[in-house]
């Protein structure tokens, strides 16, 4: 059963990635005024690998920040040092920003270096320790345990890692079985990682596309639904409205369940997001 509009709503915020075109930049405009009827805590900017979007997340941000919304952009350790750290932090703090998603991030193709900081920690404990407490320093959570550890153990050692270094609450990565985030959750209390946990989720934009996210990221998608949504082949009315419906009947179970917040994976679209949250009672 769908949530009435009446049904108060668990905080919600959304994810962007930096345009890469004049045009992409004018879209983003349009979606972040679009979502941002559902009244977001906040929006997140990703960072690409090694900060190549470096300068582009910073626009991003700050066309966020000027609509009258609170932006948190994503900073990676991979390939930084801590002198370009710090001057990153400096620009945001410029720009009344204290809020960030601090993450190992990836190796460029072509980079043989990881830089000054190894681990997604290391980048916590640099920031808390260099930039005091008035940052909140969200994450990254696997539910199904991030694709290069093999040991679920090792993988929830690192995230409690993170935690203790000083990470305010996480974000997941998205996932498509709520008993792997109940899960997950229950297991990193009992390491004494009490942060919230907010669910990542990534509602079905293109089903083709997210199918090879998840295969990539060894991320289940359950076989009923896949089988569903091939079926549909290329009715692609059938596949938009089972997709809104299977992540809608996600978010209301995790929220039934006690999550804390969710956190939409936008693509940089609005139009399944807007109409999942408006299922779940957001605006």
């Not at 009435?4 to 972040?32: C, R």
């Not at 190894?118 to 969200?138: C, K, N, S």
């Not at 919230?196 to 934009?205: A, C, D, K, L, N």
């Not at 409205?241 to 179970?253: D, N, P, S, Y």
Request: hydrophobic content about 40%; charged content about 20%.
């Amino acid at each position: 059963m769908t949530a009435t509009a009446s049904k108060s709503l668990v905080p919600i915020s959304f994810e962007f990635f930096p345009p890469n075109t004049p045009v992409g930049d004018e879209k983003l405009k349009t979606v972040v005024q679009e979502l941002g009827s559902m009244t977001p805590e906040f929006f997140s900017v990703t960072y690409g690998a090694g900060g190549s979007t470096r300068e582009k997340t910073l626009n991003t941000v700050r066309a966020i920040a000027a609509a009258g919304f609170d932006a948190a952009p994503h900073l990676s350790c991979v390939g930084s040092t801590r002198e370009s750290i710090g001057e990153i932090l400096a620009t945001y703090r410029a720009q009344n920003i204290h809020r960030l998603v601090a993450l190992r991030g990836d190796l460029p193709s072509g980079t043989a270096t990881a830089g000054e900081f190894r681990y997604a920690a290391e980048l916590v404990r640099f920031i808390r320790e260099t930039q005091g407490a008035d940052w909140h320093i969200e994450v990254a959570a696997y539910p199904e345990y991030h694709p290069q550890n093999r040991y679920a153990a090792h993988d929830l050692k690192h995230y409690a890692d993170k935690v203790n270094a000083g990470a305010s609450s996480a974000i997941t990565q998205f996932f498509f079985n709520p008993d792997a985030y109940f899960h997950f959750v229950d297991e990193t209390r009992k390491l004494g990682a009490s942060v919230p946990v907010v669910p990542g989720i990534m509602p079905f934009h293109n089903y083709g596309r997210i199918a090879q996210f998840a295969a990539r990221d060894g991320i289940e998608i359950p076989r009923w639904v896949a089988m569903k949504m091939e079926g549909y082949l290329d009715d692609s009315a059938s596949i938009r409205a089972f997709g809104i419906e299977v992540v809608t009947k996600l978010c209301e179970r995790l929220i039934a369940g006690g999550a804390p917040g969710i956190h939409f994976y936008t693509m940089n679209q609005s139009a399944v997001t807007l109409e999942i949250c408006r299922r779940l009672g957001a605006g």
